[in-house]
């Protein structure tokens, strides 16, 4: 069956780390979104991809990149990691054909920053 | 700012009764309506999405859509307590494949 992944499911890390977290899909979706989800604050949107090598930013995008080799996978790099980055980070997936479109989610990671 | 608003709730309703979540946006040219649970330390999933006024209804859940008030809602009939989850609503503005979502209402539901 298509699935969505995610990986790892639970990090810490330290202070000015680099950390990437990986997402990767079966469904063979155009698009595919990170979001990062905090009390308070619901899912924010960090940054989406409509294909391979297309990437944007979302509305909370500062200290965050993408990069879409593939159709696959949009891994998401923490340049150098601060506390307010701690959340659950969900990735999705969306076909992108019709406007009732569904976006998928994988399970989560959830990221520590001490 | 585009902007989707939920009652944070919680909401408690005991079993057997008709749970009723609500949801407004701001922008006009939102095309496409969605409603999704998201159990405790899990991730959401899809329950049904709308893009018409009107009701559309699948098993025990309802939703409704009035896009002159704009406001979409969810109606759940005979809860039950694995009813019991946060529930976003998410709008799709016309022209993007982004959603711009809520921030949830809990509901509870008491056996």
């Known amino acids: 069956d298509a699935e969505i992944t995610q990986s790892p499911r639970h990090k810490i890390t330290e202070t000015g780390r680099q950390v990437t977290l990986a997402c990767h899909q079966t469904?063979?979706?155009?698009?595919m979104f990170w979001y990062r989800q905090d009390l308070g604050h619901g899912l924010r949107l960090i940054h989406y991809?409509?294909?391979?090598?297309?990437?944007n930013k979302g509305e909370v995008s500062d200290g965050y990149s993408v990069s879409r080799s593939n159709t696959e996978d949009l891994p998401l790099t923490l340049e150098s990691a601060a506390s307010s980055q701690t959340s659950v980070y969900f990735c999705?997936?969306?076909?992108?054909?019709?406007?009732?479109?569904?976006?998928?989610f994988g399970p989560g990671t959830r990221l520590t920053v001490l | 700012q585009k902007e989707v608003e939920q009652n944070s709730g919680p909401l408690s309703v005991p079993e057997g009764a008709i749970a009723s979540l609500n949801c407004t946006y701001s922008d006009r040219g939102s095309q496409s309506f969605f409603w999704y649970r998201q159990y405790s330390g899990k991730s959401p999933e899809l329950i049904m999405f709308?893009?018409?006024?009107g009701d559309k209804e699948d098993g025990r859940f309802t939703a409704q859509l009035n896009k002159a008030s704009q406001y979409v809602s969810l109606l759940i009939r005979d809860s039950q307590p694995s009813d019991s989850a946060t529930y976003l609503c998410a709008v799709k503005q016309g022209g993007s494949e982004k959603l711009v979502f809520g921030k949830g209402t809990k509901l509870t539901v008491n056996p």
């Open positions: 991809s409509y294909g391979v090598q297309d990437t």
């Open positions: 469904w063979n979706h155009n698009n």
């Open positions: 709308i893009y018409s006024n």
């Open positions: 999705a997936s969306s076909q992108g054909e019709w406007v009732t479109d569904t976006q998928y």
